[in-house]
């Protein structure tokens, strides 16, 4: 007989890493800007936002963290675990 073994039970789960985008607009609609005043506030084009925001390219980590943290005045690790949380509590 070749049985394999039972998996053990999952005791942690593992959550993934939101993208920059999925970041940016979590934080930007939490605070309530439109996209044309966190642009005008970062100093970037409200098109790169929106690429950013739509997934049309990925932001830089550096430019994730200083618009959620100097514009949107949010903790980076508070807006990555409500969105962790929203996430599972919306499965």
Known sequence: MNQSPSKPARI????????????????????????????????IEERTLRRWENREFDP?????????EDVYLLDILEVIGKINHDDTHND
């Open 60 to 68: 830089k980590w550096n430019d994730v963290i200083s618009l959620v």
């Open 12 to 43: 942690f789960t593992t959550r993934k890493t939101p993208r920059g985008g999925e970041i940016l607009r979590f934080a930007r609609q939490l605070r309530g800007y439109t996209q044309a005043e966190s642009a005008a506030s970062y100093g």
